[in-house]
């Protein structure tokens, strides 16, 4: 019992300096790093004079419409979930959707955002929530390999630009960018292979010892049918396009000169990094900014409104919905039933 409570101490400590100091620690060193890339930037008054008259423009609509795909995009993710969720239990639009706006407010404090599963679990019934689990990283499977099939064109697409631009100093760019791909290539076959044979991988589970342990993981996968699948990585896709478009208009508002499929490309590589690094939400705004600027410098010289771009991304597509789902979570009476019988 007593090692129990000291291995549980031990991982508080881990969480507690993880979220509290190496989080924020990342965030100021990453945020001072960009801030003195812009404040370097060539013709940087000019830059913020242009933003300022953008933000008084017709051009205005643009923020508008990026708040609206943010809606969009958690609503596209509401249907995915839910048509996960379709064999174990049903569940309302509206209910999807408050449990991925619950699942984002518990991912900002996780690596990479892993606690998401947590708050969308809340809403299953108290049978279904581990069964859950599994479908929901089914889902978040789906978004990845998305992620890193568009991100791998876009590194083919835009590799020639970086090796001959400064991105990677001190480094064999042409060599390492061969490593990334490479590497990239094998997790996406691997990844993909699995995600359509996941009743194959439960039954290689079902073979193991203890397997009465892993009944919550593998019902659900052995049941789950390749159209389902199909849909799954269609809706994914679909919420990629978005994030491009989002994007997109931003840079157009503040007035970073980028074309539409050197934006597509440039976003693309950037999504495929942060996939890759392991990130705290409080850090990833940092991360974003900075390779946002390494990437998109090679198109456009305003670092200032690459960087206001990224930081009004992060903003509306994190931060708002985590504070709307983290009300959610405070309506939640989780043990609702339990206090009832006491």
């Given amino acids: 019992m007593a090692k129990v409570k000291v291995k549980n101490n031990h991982k508080k400590n881990i969480k507690i300096f993880l979220n509290y100091f190496l989080g924020p620690l990342l965030f100021i060193w990453l945020s001072a790093s960009i801030y003195n ?26 923020l508008v419409i990026v708040i609206f795909l943010m809606l969009i995009n958690w609503a596209i993710e509401a249907v995915k979930w839910k048509i996960a969720m379709h064999n174990i239990q049903r569940i309302s639009f509206f209910k999807s959707f408050r449990a991925v706006l619950s699942g984002v407010s518990f991912s900002v404090n996780t690596p990479n955002r892993v606690g998401e599963y947590l708050g969308r679990v809340l809403y299953m019934e108290e049978g279904n929530r581990l069964r859950a689990v599994s479908l929901t990283i089914v ?12 991100g791998l064109i876009g590194l083919f697409c835009i590799r020639r630009k970086i090796e001959t631009g400064e991105m990677i100093r001190g480094f064999d760019s042409s060599l390492w960018l061969q490593v990334l791909q490479y590497g990239v290539i094998t997790v996406l076959v691997i990844l993909t292979l699995l995600y359509f044979r996941l009743s194959l991988l ?33 809706l994914s896709a679909a919420r990629y396009i978005v994030f491009i478009v989002q994007y997109f208009l931003l840079f157009r508002l503040f007035e970073v000169d980028i074309g539409w499929w050197q934006c597509c490309w440039a976003v693309s590589v950037i999504f495929l990094v942060l996939a890759i690094l392991p990130t705290f939400a409080i850090a990833e705004l940092g ?56």
């Fill in 37 to 62: 890339q812009v404040r370097h930037q060539p013709n940087l008054g000019a830059s913020w004079i242009k933003i300022k008259q953008s933000m008084e423009s017709a051009k205005i609509w643009n």
């Fill in 139 to 150: 889902c978040s499977i789906s978004q990845l390999i998305v992620t890193l099939f568009v």
């Fill in 202 to 234: 439960a039954r290689l589970v079902d073979r193991l010892q203890n397997r009465n342990r892993y009944d919550w993981l593998t019902h659900s996968l052995k049941n789950i049918r390749a159209t389902i699948l199909l849909k799954l990585l269609s």
């Fill in 287 to 342: 991360i974003r900014g900075q390779v946002s600027l390494k990437l998109l410098e090679l198109f456009s010289t305003n670092g200032l409104g690459i960087s206001l771009a990224t930081a009004t991304i992060w903003l509306i597509n994190l931060v708002v919905p985590a504070m709307a789902g983290s009300l959610l979570i405070a309506s939640i009476k989780i043990f609702k039933y339990r206090n009832e019988r006491n």
